[in-house]
Structure formats: C-alpha cells, structure tokens
C-alpha cells in the first residue's frame, strides 16, 4: 500500500501509528472547512443564536474558541505523552482574531503535524483527565480534536 499524500505534505505513512496520522490531517481539513463556513456565515449578516455562552458571543468569539481549542488540544497531547510544549502562541482577542486568523491557523496546523510521527500506538490508549475533567485517551482527543470543528461549521451552515 502506497502513502497517501495531502496538501499538506504530511502522509499518514509518516507516522510510525497510522491512525494518528490519519487524525492529524483530518482536524487540518476540517479545521480549514470551519474558517471557510466561518466567513461565508460572517459575511452573510446570519446572526448567531442567542444563548449565555460567551463563545456565542460574537462571530470573532466563536472563532477564538475554535482556534484556541484546536491548540489546547496539542498541548494537552503533548503534555500527557512527555512531548515538549509545541510551541503556539496564544489566541489572539477578539479585537484582532478576524485579520490574524489565517496566519494564526497555520501556526496551529504546523504545528500539529510533527510531534506524533515518533508515537508508538500503545502510547495512545492510556486514560488521562482531559481539562474539563472527562477521562479520555489520546485517540480519543484526537478523535475530539476533528469534531470539534465539525460542530461548529455544522451549527455556522445551519444558520445561513
């Protein structure tokens, strides 16, 4: 079986557990269809949904929220397999997160695609507790890491 290449020049083939790699670029391709489905709803006046979550806020809110969780998440990976910090500046405000957004998300996806080619797949089943206090794996995490910006384009196309 050949290596499957992507755009981003990372092959699943890279990674000594495949189904890290596999989880890698899916959080990179979802995480670039969220900001697509963040500016088409922007640029569409939909107004977001009411409610008392300060992610909800505003649209360069729920933006921060994504870019920022997207980080924590490789942190937290990071940080329960003894890999150094990876290094990504914090989330820019509100006030600036709209103009630093693209820049800001390459970071982040650059970021993510080395510090688990070395990771044996053993390494991804032990249980940590996650910053909200749910056990989890780091597969599991990683798995979370892909939803979570599904969930938010989901809930961006839904409005317009």
């Excluded at 083939?13 to 596999?22: E, P, Q, S």
């Excluded at 909800?56 to 809110?61: D, G, I, N, T, W």
């Excluded at 500046?89 to 688990?116: G, H, K, Q, Y």
Aim: proline share 7%; glycine share 6%.
């Amino acid at each position: 079986m050949g290596k499957t290449e992507r755009p981003n020049g990372v092959s699943v083939a890279d990674f000594k557990y495949r189904g890290a790699g596999v989880l890698v670029n899916l959080h990179e391709r979802e995480m670039r269809r969220f900001l697509e489905s963040w500016r088409s709803a922007k640029a569409s006046g939909a107004s977001l949904p009411t409610v008392d979550d300060p992610d909800y806020a505003c649209y360069e809110a729920l933006l921060r929220h994504v870019l920022r969780w997207s980080r924590g998440y490789l942190r937290w990976v990071c940080g329960q397999l003894g890999l150094p910090d990876p290094g990504i500046r914090p989330i820019p405000d509100t006030v600036t997160i709209e103009a630093e957004a693209a820049s800001c998300l390459e970071e982040i996806l650059e970021a993510w695609r080395n510090p688990l080619k070395d990771i044996d797949k053993s390494m991804f089943r032990p249980e940590y507790v996650s910053p909200w206090g749910v056990r989890y794996c780091v597969e599991a995490m990683l798995e979370h890491a892909v939803m979570h910006p599904v969930r938010h384009r989901y809930q961006l196309e839904e409005l317009i």
